[in-house]
């Protein structure tokens, strides 16, 4: 029993203050400002809700160390601590000699990060998304998903001298091996993908890539990428994915300079 209670006080202490826990607790504290615990951990989430809800906004300067110290009961090591794991978060900036100031902007509205996100940056997020759709599509994909692929590719293949009916399905293409992931978010996150794809700044790409020629090389790459999930090669899927991907990042790359 001794030796038991002597390695879970070890435990404890080597948590610093027992963390983890200290944290959740502070996360399921309602947003008001009074501090819920002392340790770092519990007072960066405390500071990371008053940001997140507002009550400072990007550029307001946060307290001195020397007064939130005081406010929270807490060392100014564990104040430097917590503004450390903060900043880590890119929720606030510290300037040495001028302070420490909010940088979070807020979640921006669906609106505004299609406004924001370009061609390219949408891309970089299918190159680090698609890859893996494709494996989780050969692990779980069922005949059905596998149909929708097919009936997607179909109409890519009758759409090569119209590119916005090429657009279009291969929206739903892409799509369609989202869905035979099987996973929710997947799902979700690729509806964002698709409704940033519809914006204007796409729009003009598409009239300078987009010749049959193109369409067509397009297309043996989706007829390609649908055999390798078909016959459940997840590495070759992937791959093809990824220089599909990168093909198009080329075009538009070419398509900016024009
Ligand atoms: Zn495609």
Not at 4 to 9: A, F, H, T
């Given at each position: 029993m001794k030796t038991?209670?002597?390695?879970?006080?070890t435990a404890r202490d080597a948590n610093g203050n027992g963390g983890d826990v200290a944290t959740l607790a502070a996360e399921r504290q309602p947003p008001d400002l009074t501090p819920s615990g002392r340790g770092s951990g519990a007072i960066a989430a405390h500071l990371r809700r008053a940001i997140m809800n507002g009550v400072y906004t990007s550029g307001d300067q946060l307290p001195p160390e020397r007064e939130i110290a005081r406010k929270f009961g807490a060392s100014r090591t564990t104040i430097r601590n917590a503004l450390h794991m903060l900043e880590e978060?890119?929720?606030?900036?510290?300037?040495?000699?001028?302070?420490?100031?909010?940088?979070?902007?807020g979640a921006r509205g669906d609106e505004e990060i299609a406004e924001v996100t370009s061609p390219l940056e949408l891309i970089e997020v299918r190159l680090?998304?698609?890859?893996?759709?494709?494996?989780?599509?050969?692990?779980?994909?069922?005949?059905r998903d596998m149909r929708a692929v097919v009936e997607a590719l179909g109409e890519l293949e009758a759409s090569e001298a119209?590119?916005?009916?090429?657009?279009?399905?291969?929206?739903?293409?892409?799509?369609?091996?989202?869905?035979?992931?099987?996973?929710?978010?997947?799902?979700?996150?690729?509806?964002?993908?698709?409704?940033i794809r519809g914006h204007a700044q796409w729009n003009k790409m598409k009239d300078k890539i987009l010749m049959p020629a193109r369409i067509a090389e397009y297309n043996v790459e989706h007829r390609a990428i649908f055999e390798a999930v078909n016959r459940r090669d997840a590495d070759a899927a992937a791959q093809?994915?990824?220089?599909?991907?990168?093909?198009?990042?080329?075009?538009l790359l070419g398509a900016q300079s024009m």
């Open positions: 038991e209670r002597v390695r879970l006080n978060q890119q929720l606030i900036s510290r300037k040495i000699g001028s302070g420490t100031f909010v940088k979070y902007v680090a998304l698609e890859p893996h759709i494709v494996r989780l599509a050969v692990l779980h994909g069922t005949a119209d590119h916005e009916h090429f657009s279009q399905w291969d929206q739903r293409f892409h799509m369609a091996m989202a869905l035979a992931t099987h996973n929710p978010l997947i799902v979700s996150i690729y509806r964002r993908i698709n409704d093809l994915i990824t220089s599909h991907l990168m093909e198009a990042r080329q075009d």
